[in-house]
């Protein structure tokens, strides 16, 4: 239903575009920043840090988003191309994630990691092949990780190509949102826990119906009210992330009332602040406390425009 | 007068307080409270009558439904106690939203008095019944606002019209009573909880009872909070009427 009214699961046009202008900019300031992301090249693989590593990543797959989705304008979509292949080549097209592999054989981040290349057609032989006989052992599925992490390596490992080995109902029943708990009781972990869940178990609404049906009826029930309190206090990344939940579902939600306060929010470089931190004027020290916010803003608005154009579009269904 | 009276030393909220434990004390019917004279009391006791006669306004239609619900309706005294304190302090006229709130604050207090057999046509200050179009449709947080702030007509002679509509609205009612938790607004999440536990549909049950027992505990300093949830606790085991 395409509406200018406010309900959360309508399809509001000047909503849809104020996501879009505040996705591209976000891409556009990324596209700006992004020898920011850069690796310092004179350390030894194991010792790079793994912030700098973790955002790369987002990058990429903010970037795999973007040509996933394929709604992106021109302009846009090649710079998010352009990220996606700067973030492989820091990664010296995948080396620099298979030493840390092969340096830390029981972590899973330089898997988790790797994802986002891998769906996007970046492979690296050797990291392939240290995966695929780690993904065998039977350590690989012991890891003490929270529940929503358990659920992260299963989706990667999805994604990278290995067969699932996991029980993820039973992966699922273990998170904060599997357990469908009193809607009062969500805190901040466990809300950047939830937002993940539906991540995974979608991989980031591309398939809505990896989430089970009770738990999209919880979330169509409680997500409006969370969207409300974090917009109330104006928490823009996690904001963001409740945001993209809501275009994960099968029968997305939208929530056009929030659209305009995030775009007015939005830095006119297209920053993204993430509502806890005053952004310093220096973009190169703004970088550090805003590339995560603005990544997700490029990826809430992408979805949000992909998901209202699917729902638009005459014969597509919208249940 | 604001409905909900802010905690700022010279206010009526002293009064609201000490009224709202009162009326806790008759709802559990500790000390022989339910029925009588205790409004009556109440007032006589406040050392200025006008703060005790506000607060009786304030409360609405909560003064008396302790008792009622415990069979045992105000005696006479009581009876003209709130028939003074609404003429003291008369439901403001007009159409605006607040004047709406106190046609549904007075409709809920007017129908306690009728179904005690008082006769209230000629109460001075008393605002006009109205239908429950004034709820608002659509969005769940206005819902939940106003239902809010009109708790005290959530009880058992409510009008059908508008317990079917809130009935109707149960998902939003919910919706409002989870945001209102995580804002720490206890005497907000406690209203909400007392109209989800008027007419109780089954699968929220739980999540109602899991609400008011917190309430109960973390609104301890509260007497406002405490007499909600009494009064929810009473609703909900109350036999369908």
Same mark, same amino acid.
């Given at each position: 239903?395409?509406? $200018?009214?406010?309900?959360? #699961?309508?399809v509001?046009?000047?909503?849809?575009?104020? %996501?879009?202008?505040?996705?591209?900019?976000?891409?556009?300031?990324?596209?700006?920043?992004?020898?920011?992301?850069?690796?310092?090249?004179?350390?030894?693989?194991q010792?790079?840090?793994?912030?700098?590593?973790? $955002?790369?990543? @987002?990058?990429?797959?903010?970037?795999?988003?973007?040509?996933?989705?394929?709604?992106?304008?021109?302009?846009?979509? /090649?710079?998010?191309?352009?990220? *996606?292949?700067?973030?492989?080549?820091?990664?010296?097209?995948?080396?620099?994630?298979?030493?840390?592999?092969?340096?830390?054989?029981?972590?899973?981040?330089?898997?988790?990691?790797?994802? $986002?290349?891998?769906?996007?057609?970046?492979r690296?032989?050797?990291?392939?092949?240290?995966?695929?006989?780690?993904?065998?052992?039977?350590? #690989? /599925?012991v #890891? @003490?990780?929270?529940?929503?992490?358990?659920?992260?390596?299963?989706?990667?490992?999805?994604?990278?190509?290995?067969?699932?080995?996991?029980?993820?109902?039973?992966?699922?029943? /273990?998170?904060?949102?599997?357990?469908?708990?009193?809607?009062?009781?969500?805190?901040?972990?466990?809300?950047?826990?939830?937002?993940?869940?539906?991540?995974? *178990?979608?991989?980031?609404?591309?398939?809505?119906?990896g *989430?089970?049906?009770?738990?999209?009826?919880?979330?169509?029930?409680?997500?409006?009210?969370?969207?409300?309190?974090?917009? @109330?206090?104006?928490?823009?990344?996690?904001?963001?992330?409740?945001?993209?939940?809501?275009?994960?579902?099968?029968?997305?939600?939208?929530?056009?009332?929030?659209?305009?306060?995030?775009?007015?929010?939005?830095?006119?470089?297209? *920053?993204?602040?993430?509502?806890?931190?005053?952004?310093?004027?220096?973009?190169?020290?703004?970088?550090?406390?805003?590339?995560?916010?603005?990544?997700? %803003?490029?990826?809430?608005?992408?979805?949000?425009? $992909?998901?209202?154009?699917?729902?638009?579009?005459?014969?597509?269904?919208?249940? | 007068?604001?409905?909900?009276?802010s905690?700022?030393?010279?206010?009526?909220?002293?009064?609201?307080?000490?009224?709202? !434990?009162?009326?806790?004390?008759?709802?559990?019917?500790?000390?022989?409270?339910?029925?009588?004279?205790?409004?009556?009391?109440?007032?006589?006791?406040?050392?200025?009558? !006008?703060?005790?006669l506000?607060?009786?306004?304030?409360?609405?239609?909560?003064?008396?439904?302790?008792? +009622?619900?415990?069979?045992?309706p105000?005696?006479?005294?009581?009876?003209?106690?709130?028939?003074?304190?609404?003429?003291?302090?008369?439901?403001?006229a007009?159409?605006?939203?607040? +004047?709406?709130?106190?046609?549904?604050?007075?409709?809920?207090?007017?129908?306690?008095?009728?179904?005690?057999?008082?006769?209230?046509?000629?109460?001075?200050?008393?605002?006009?019944? =109205? !239908?429950?179009?004034?709820?608002?449709?659509?969005?769940?947080?206005?819902?939940?606002?106003?239902?809010?702030?009109?708790?005290?007509?959530?009880?058992?002679?409510?009008?059908?019209?508008? =317990?079917?509509?809130?009935?109707? =609205?149960?998902?939003?009612v919910a919706?409002?009573?989870?945001?209102?938790?995580?804002?720490?607004?206890?005497?907000?999440?406690?209203?909400? +909880?007392?109209?989800?536990?008027?007419?109780? +549909?089954?699968?929220d049950?739980?999540?109602?009872?899991?609400?008011?027992?917190?309430?109960?505990?973390?609104?301890?300093?509260?007497?406002?909070?405490?007499?909600?949830?009494?009064?929810?606790?009473?609703?909900?085991?109350?036999?369908?009427?």
């Amino acid at each position: 239903m395409v509406t $200018s009214g406010g309900q959360a #699961s309508d399809v509001d046009v000047v909503a849809v575009r104020l %996501a879009r202008q505040v996705g591209e900019k976000a891409v556009s300031w990324l596209g700006t920043m992004r020898t920011c992301f850069r690796l310092e090249r004179d350390r030894p693989g194991q010792d790079l840090d793994n912030g700098a590593l973790k $955002s790369l990543a @987002e990058l990429a797959l903010a970037g795999e988003i973007i040509r996933r989705e394929a709604v992106a304008g021109p302009h846009c979509a /090649r710079t998010a191309e352009g990220l *996606l292949e700067f973030a492989w080549r820091e990664l010296d097209e995948g080396e620099v994630l298979y030493r840390l592999q092969a340096g830390t054989p029981a972590a899973t981040h330089p898997m988790e990691m790797y994802a $986002s290349f891998a769906a996007t057609g970046h492979r690296h032989d050797g990291l392939d092949r240290l995966t695929t006989h780690l993904h065998g052992l039977r350590a #690989s /599925r012991v #890891s @003490e990780h929270v529940p929503n992490r358990r659920l992260a390596v299963a989706a990667v490992a999805a994604k990278i190509g290995f067969p699932l080995r996991d029980d993820l109902a039973a992966l699922t029943g /273990r998170t904060w949102l599997g357990g469908m708990p009193e809607p009062w009781m969500l805190d901040l972990a466990n809300a950047y826990g939830l937002t993940h869940t539906v991540f995974h *178990l979608t991989d980031y609404g591309d398939r809505p119906e990896g *989430l089970p049906g009770p738990l999209q009826g919880y979330l169509h029930q409680w997500l409006p009210v969370w969207v409300e309190v974090y917009r @109330e206090i104006r928490f823009w990344d996690l904001l963001l992330e409740l945001l993209i939940v809501g275009t994960c579902l099968k029968r997305p939600l939208f929530f056009p009332a929030v659209w305009p306060e995030v775009a007015a929010a939005q830095q006119a470089d297209g *920053l993204m602040p993430n509502g806890v931190t005053t952004p310093p004027a220096d973009p190169q020290a703004a970088w550090v406390n805003h590339r995560h916010p603005t990544i997700v %803003a490029a990826i809430a608005g992408t979805l949000t425009l $992909s998901r209202a154009l699917t729902r638009a579009t005459p014969g597509e269904s919208t249940s | 007068m604001p409905i909900t009276a802010s905690s700022v030393p010279g206010t009526v909220e002293p009064a609201v307080q000490a009224l709202a !434990s009162e009326l806790l004390r008759a709802l559990d019917d500790q000390e022989g409270h339910a029925g009588g004279d205790h409004l009556d009391r109440f007032v006589d006791a406040w050392d200025d009558r !006008s703060r005790g006669l506000a607060a009786v306004r304030v409360l609405g239609a909560d003064v008396l439904t302790p008792s +009622a619900l415990r069979g045992a309706p105000a005696g006479g005294a009581d009876e003209a106690v709130v028939r003074a304190a609404v003429r003291a302090y008369p439901a403001p006229a007009g159409h605006s939203r607040g +004047a709406t709130l106190w046609n549904v604050r007075d409709a809920a207090l007017a129908r306690v008095l009728v179904a005690a057999g008082t006769d209230v046509t000629a109460w001075e200050g008393l605002a006009s019944p =109205r !239908s429950p179009g004034w709820l608002p449709d659509g969005q769940w947080l206005p819902l939940a606002a106003d239902l809010s702030r009109l708790a005290c007509a959530a009880h058992p002679w409510a009008d059908a019209a508008l =317990r079917e509509r809130v009935a109707a =609205r149960r998902r939003d009612v919910a919706r409002g009573l989870a945001r209102a938790l995580l804002r720490r607004d206890l005497l907000g999440a406690a209203g909400l +909880a007392r109209w989800l536990a008027l007419d109780r +549909a089954g699968d929220d049950e739980p999540m109602v009872e899991a609400a008011l027992g917190q309430l109960e505990i973390v609104g301890t300093g509260d007497p406002r909070v405490l007499l909600q949830c009494g009064i929810a606790h009473r609703l909900m085991t109350r036999a369908p009427a």
